[in-house]
């Protein structure tokens, strides 16, 4: 059984908080989609395989801290000493393969919101920018694989401490690199947060709706400032060191998460609409709740007959002819047809 240490027990409730956020997200999302009963999208798949590479992120990031004989928490020097060799053999294997998911998770995120566009805004235009976006994106994360697969040398260097002892092992500094990924990271969000506000604008729609729609858009600036403050927590350059790894820890996980999450919320439109169809049908059938349906059918025909005018019941009044041209009798008084009319109605 693994004690907990404080940071440890923070990064379990932010991962169990973003893993909950990210299934109810995707739920939603494809409770939207079949709302629209139209078949899963390519955009559906590569957000649910994002989401499935979260949670295998995340059961790895648990698992460097749970994981029994781990020191149950993300910082390298926990509260009463430091991590034991095979402590720190156990976590930084985890840690650099969770490395591995996380380039590759960040990216579907991406390309997945890259195919929505593409779905909701199909000027020729457009797409050529989305895809020279999406080649932005394979290029980030070939960058980016390569430099934390082969960050030491042998590659096993980069969990075995004791390689680093004996002088075998060879590694780059990774801090800096990993910061200046983070900052590209930031420039490729900021490029894909800003391809549909021009299309939006050039919508017929009011300023007040067009302001709301870029709104929704925009909410995924978050995923923006987890960035940020995730690089923060990478790279001290007075040290040359990451200023806090429970803080590179947990803010992964929250960058990830977000990541989906905004991804999800422009989706959701069918859901509101749907919302909207109960609150009518409440409505509708309020009344019945309260009143017999003889009241209600009475209700319904008094409203029909208000729509013909009162006249004199004298037959040469000129309303009195005003059917004959439908061969109608016009013998027959006229409140007889008025009668005979809201009968056949109810």
């Not at 973003?18 to 999302?29: E, F, P, Q």
């Not at 549909?196 to 995924?220: C, D, E, H, N």
């Not at 009475?298 to 037959?315: A, D, M, N």
């Amino acid at each position: 059984m693994v004690t907990l240490q404080p940071a440890g027990e923070t990064s379990v409730r932010v991962s169990v908080a973003m893993v909950s956020l990210v299934t109810v997200a995707i739920v939603l999302r494809i409770i939207a989609r079949l709302l629209t009963r139209s078949a899963l999208a390519i955009e559906e798949a590569l957000i649910i395989l994002a989401a499935c590479l979260f949670y295998s992120h995340q059961g790895l990031s648990l698992a460097s801290i749970l994981t029994p004989g781990a020191a149950g928490t993300p910082d390298v020097t926990p509260v009463g000493g430091t991590m034991t060799v095979q402590q720190l053999d156990l976590f930084f294997k985890y840690l650099y393969i969770s490395g591995i998911f996380f380039y590759i998770t960040i990216t579907v995120v991406k390309i997945s919101i890259l195919c929505f566009y593409r779905t909701i805004f199909a000027i020729s235009r457009f797409r050529k920018l989305t895809w020279v976006v999406g080649v932005v994106c394979i290029i980030w994360l070939l960058i980016g694989l390569p430099i934390i697969i082969f960050q030491c040398s042998p590659i096993q260097a980069a969990w075995r401490p004791e390689l680093h002892v004996n002088g075998v092992a060879k590694c780059r500094s990774m801090p800096p690199a990993f910061f200046g990924l983070e900052i590209a990271n930031v420039v490729v969000d900021v490029m894909i947060l800003c391809l549909p506000i021009y299309m939006i604008q050039r919508l017929q729609m009011t300023a007040v709706r067009k302001r709301s729609v870029i709104a929704i858009f925009l909410v995924g600036g978050f995923v923006c400032v987890s960035c940020v403050i995730r690089a923060y927590y990478t790279y001290s350059p007075a040290t040359g060191q990451a200023v806090s790894l429970p803080g590179v820890f947990d803010w992964t996980t929250i960058q990830l998460a977000s990541a989906i999450v905004c991804a999800c919320l422009p989706t959701y439109a069918p859901l509101f609409k749907w919302h909207k169809i109960l609150t009518r049908l409440r409505s509708w059938y309020a009344p019945l709740t309260k009143n017999s349906k003889s009241a209600q059918q009475s209700k319904v025909s008094s409203l029909r007959l208000s729509r013909f005018p009162e006249v004199p019941r004298s037959h040469d009044h000129p309303r009195y002819y005003h059917m004959s041209d439908d061969g109608v009798d016009l013998a027959r008084p006229l409140e007889q047809y008025r009668s005979g009319y809201s009968e056949s109605a109810v």
